[in-house]
């Protein structure tokens, strides 16, 4: 089988919360695809910032927890502002992403001249959220839509191909779960060209022993009613 070549015009932004158990074996498997990726460690307690440096990623760090809508900034503006990166992904810390779909996103964008590639668990059937995090992560779409004019099947996903181009008119306020619907917005008011790609979300163990999973859906709506 024929490996794809690294993908050296794309920068991966990993926001980074206490994720020291996986973040080596994240970042092991993206670097065999993406050979830079910037994590920002958002004023972790663990040694989350520390096996990210030695897994081979650039490392930044918050001195306390701002939340993950300003890591991204910090990751973002680290792209644009001191890397020659035509692409900035946005990419989960805790496994729940796939490599291949991140890439295959970036060669989408490359090959149709997108700005924004969305990625979504809700264009096949391969990601199985559950009931209740399904009806909640429905209503956080329609919420988006409404508030947007954009018109996405799944509005909260994390993994996100953004151009440079692009990528320089993300200004992000919202530091919480509210920055999901913020840089939607921000992104379809640049009337840039872009699509959304169907992408695999694993639930995995350790995800759900965190309690992220229906915790954060119900965070982002939240954030969407108060923000």
């Known amino acids: ?42 004023g972790s307690t663990d040694a989350s910032a520390e096996r990210a440096r030695r ?38 810390a805790d496994g729940q992403h796939d490599v291949a779909d991140a890439a295959a996103m970036v060669r989408l964008a490359q090959h149709d001249d997108l700005a924004i590639v969305f990625g979504s668990r809700f264009l096949d059937d391969r990601t199985k959220p559950g009931l209740a995090k399904r009806a909640v992560l429905k209503t956080a779409v329609w919420v988006t839509n409404q508030s947007t004019g954009l018109r996405l099947t799944d509005a909260h996903n994390g993994l996100r191909v953004i151009r440079r181009d692009a990528a320089a008119e993300v200004h992000l306020h919202q530091n919480r779960m509210a920055h999901a619907s913020e840089i939607v917005t921000q992104l379809g008011r640049t009337k840039l060209p872009w ?16 309690g992220q999973s229906l915790l954060n859906s119900i965070n982002i709506l939240v954030d969407l009613l108060v923000n």
């Open 1 to 42: 089988m024929t490996v794809p070549s690294p993908l050296s015009d794309a920068w991966l932004v990993i926001p980074l919360y206490n994720e020291a158990a996986v973040i080596e074996e994240v970042i092991a498997e993206a670097l065999q695809t993406f050979p830079h990726i910037v994590c920002v460690d958002d």
């Open 195 to 210: 699509r959304e790609y169907p992408v695999f979300i694993r639930y995995t163990e350790y995800s759900r022993a965190k």
């Open 55 to 92: 897994a081979g990623a650039v490392v930044l760090q918050h001195a306390v927890n701002l939340g993950q809508g300003a890591a991204l900034q910090t990751g973002i503006e680290f792209v644009v502002g001191h890397t020659p990166g035509r692409f900035v992904v946005t990419f989960d």
